[in-house]
């Protein structure tokens, strides 16, 4: 059948995309992801591993693990995009129920905001620093409005975006790092603390915790592809993607903000972002770097806002019982969710790095059970087969209400607890390990052992796929 034409604005919301309107490559994955990472905030995030005690050698090889970790389970949720042509989120029906899947949905939406608005104070920075004007609101309103823009326009856009900003990211953090070499004795950062456990797995949580946030909306950017793309090649380009690019912009956070505490070159703490144009140089160039550091921004905002908008759909429609939804809502639902993050943004806290850590962490303590209940029971449970209809009605295959994964998660989440090291609790085992925060690795293998053997016994998916009639 012919390929459908495309208009401006995209007209699939949570239905599965039909076969004849499937195009693209597995290289988009490649492009969206690595562009989405190659931004201010994956230096920030990189940084705080130095911040909090790490020496940038162990600091370096802990984020790398976290990522390759992080980045694996989070290509995992990515493959099942073009055998499915879902978003994430409405598949996580077929474990959680109909009704039941809006328990992790919420929390999801939080996700997204908190990102949308980190983001946005950042961005608004850089949009500030490209005017020239000091007034934090005009930089924060103005990237707001073209977050909505492109996340209205939808699917196809945003690849588009993410293809732009893989090349301004190459071109950006090329020459950033060549800076770093230059201004500052990168050898001698390293390798100047011993290693430290407490220190070095927060490295590995940090950059994992980032990978794993993507899980509940990644096969979203790849449900357009065709149903015969090999999973093999969506999940490589999904994983070198999205591991390259964080890599980088997060080992750059690591030498700048290791010579700043060295005492070279300013303070990276203060200004994240100002640090950045300083490193690029004077004039033009420094404003060309603010505008690279507002494309990546951009790419990884409208990723949040239309991730938000299918969450908040997914919770709706699940009430409702309705399977889409007009251009009207989801205009609707995309402006508020961008309005909310700039208003946070403009009253937003000074103790952005510190709240940027813990928020991170918390995210990852919530998303690791989710991420083991959905890839166990597609991979091993449903072994990759679907009802698509059943997903929609809460009487159905799958039913409101899913036990055996909505116990799992909420055991694997609260069986973290014992073992988080966050500034407002640190839980009794993590003081007898000195610190040491291994909650997410706990939750991961405790939510995988609870709910494998239960789902096993009472497993309800179909022998093969069942496609909605086109």
């Not at 071109?171 to 060549?178: A, N």
């Not at 300013?266 to 144009?277: I, T």
């Not at 004039?283 to 239309?306: P, R, S």
């Not at 908008?309 to 399977?323: N, Y």
């Amino acid at each position: 059948m012919a390929q459908a034409k495309e208009g401006l604005i995209e007209t699939h919301s949570i239905d599965m995309v039909p076969d004849h309107e499937r195009h693209g490559t597995p290289f988009s994955q490649f492009t969206l992801w690595f562009g989405a990472n190659m931004q201010v905030t994956s230096v920030v995030d990189g940084a705080l591993a130095v911040v909090f005690g790490a020496d940038a050698l162990w600091a370096f090889i802990g984020l790398l693990i976290g990522n390759i970790l992080g980045g694996a389970v989070m290509a995992l949720h990515s493959a099942q995009g073009p055998r499915l042509g879902l978003p994430q989120m409405i598949s996580s029906r077929a474990q959680f129920g109909v009704l039941g899947a809006i328990v992790p949905l919420v929390l999801a939406v939080l996700m997204y905001l908190g990102f949308a608005t980190t983001g946005t104070v950042l961005s608004g920075q850089a949009i500030n620093g490209i005017l020239g004007v000091e007034t934090p609101a005009v930089g924060i309103i103005i990237f707001g409005s073209l977050t909505i823009l492109l996340a209205l326009l939808g699917y196809k856009y945003i690849h588009v975006l993410g293809r732009i900003a893989t090349i301004t990211g190459l071109l950006g953090f090329s020459y950033l790092t060549i800076m770093a070499f230059v201004k500052f004795p990168v050898a001698s950062l390293f390798g100047v603390k011993p290693f430290e456990l407490t220190t070095f797995l927060l490295a590995v949580s940090l950059s994992a915790g980032w990978q794993l946030t993507f899980g509940p909306y990644v096969a979203d950017y790849s449900r357009y592809l065709p149903r015969s793309t090999p999973q093999s090649a969506t999940f490589w380009n999904t994983f070198l993607g999205t591991v390259i690019g964080t890599q980088w912009a997060m080992t750059l956070g690591v030498i700048i903000s290791a010579a700043s505490l060295a005492g070279y070159g300013g303070n990276f703490l203060k200004n994240q972002v100002g640090y950045l144009g300083e490193l690029a140089g004077i004039g033009i160039i420094a404003v060309l770097i603010y505008m690279v550091i507002v494309i990546g921004k951009l790419t990884v905002n409208t990723l949040n806002a239309y991730g938000s908008f299918m969450s908040l759909l997914t919770i709706t429609t699940a009430l409702s019982g309705k399977k889409s939804a007009s251009t009207t809502q989801r205009t609707l639902f995309i402006i508020g969710m961008i309005a909310t993050s700039v208003c946070i943004a403009l009253f937003a806290s000074k103790d952005f790095l510190n709240l940027f850590k813990n928020f991170v962490l918390v995210l990852l303590m919530v998303f690791t059970p989710w991420s083991s209940v959905n890839l166990i029971d597609f991979y091993l449970i449903s072994k990759e087969n679907i009802d698509v209809p059943g997903l929609y009605d809460s009487h159905g295959r799958y039913g409101a209400w899913n036990a055996p994964a909505l116990v799992s998660y909420f055991i694997g989440v609260l069986i973290q607890i014992p073992f988080m090291a966050q500034a407002m609790y640190t839980g009794p085992i993590t003081k007898l390990l000195g610190g040491t925060d291994i909650s997410w690795i706990v939750g991961l293998l405790a939510t995988a052992i609870i709910y494998y053997p239960w789902a096993k016994r009472c497993n309800v998916a179909p022998d093969k796929m069942i496609y909605p009639e086109e």
